[in-house]
């Protein structure tokens, strides 16, 4: 189980990142994503890529942060970039159950002591999509991105020179 | 030289987005990026984080983009959930003088015939920075993100129990 949770997402504000995460989380190979603000209309976004796409990923809004982080049975790692830099803390990290977690700009000073890790895509400021994306692709040695998605209503087929979508259903 | 061309960038739709996909070009190793759209704050915003952690990356926009990708001396590499999978991709593609392309939702078709390859970070929809990102991690063999920036007026120093910046001037 990798799951990611979302801090501090903000309505407007933080939709369309917020969307890119998601969708981000579930293309790289994370099982479920819990955002702390309640949004319905992003879980109708990313249910609906489920539909459409296939999969079994898994979206919770509304959710109590604190006791998510505290109850968690497996690793938390906090993406930062403050942290410890990637290169360095990969091979400290368990690669089952991990609970991601990534904050918007400024996050409460807990996380650094409630994060099992700190971990830092480098210590230049660049987004947590990118973040997000680089540990899950390092964190499952490249395989994230060869999972099958099944039950979608339409499949992609790889193409050099253009668009190929197969219907399903 | 690595640089990037954003396509497709609409003000303000795209202005958080495209500086998400600029500050990661930057830290994962490209040397610039090229807008389409002519966007003074953005440029502005990058060149503030340039002067703040300091390297070379530098940022144009107002780009004529078809001028820029025929006449590029190198390879174009469009990244589009559409492509030929990366880890198949990957191995062909030169590692020097790479033009990476990244559009918005619906890209004109001479795209996937001006590119050298279409390629694609899983054929999963998701996010245009993630693909990026990964993309970079990918090409560079991970050492995009182990990049010095020079010259800036701060840096962090990795730590992984809290921040560590160091005043430089």
């Not at 319905?40 to 459409?52: F, G, H, I």
């Not at 899950?136 to 979608?152: T, V």
């Amino acid at each position: 189980m990798i799951a990611v949770l979302r801090w501090g997402h903000r309505i407007p504000r933080d939709s369309r990142i917020t969307t890119h995460v998601a969708l981000t989380a579930r293309a790289f190979g994370a099982d479920a994503i819990y955002v702390d603000a309640e949004d319905r209309a992003l879980e109708e976004t990313v249910n609906s890529v489920k539909d459409r796409f296939g999969g079994n990923f898994e979206i919770r809004t509304g959710i109590n942060w604190k006791k998510l982080i505290r109850e968690w049975k497996g690793i938390r790692v906090h993406l930062t970039m403050y942290g410890e830099h990637i290169d360095n803390a990969l091979p400290e990290i368990p690669k089952e159950n991990v609970l991601i977690i990534v904050g918007a700009e400024k996050v409460p000073k807990e996380f650094y002591e409630l994060a099992d890790f700190n971990v830092a895509l480098g210590n230049q400021p660049h987004s947590e999509v990118a973040a997000l994306a680089v540990f899950l692709d390092r964190l499952l040695d490249g395989k994230g991105l060869g999972r099958e998605f099944h039950g979608g209503a339409v499949r992609i087929i790889p193409n050099p020179r253009g668009k190929t979508v197969e219907e399903l259903e």
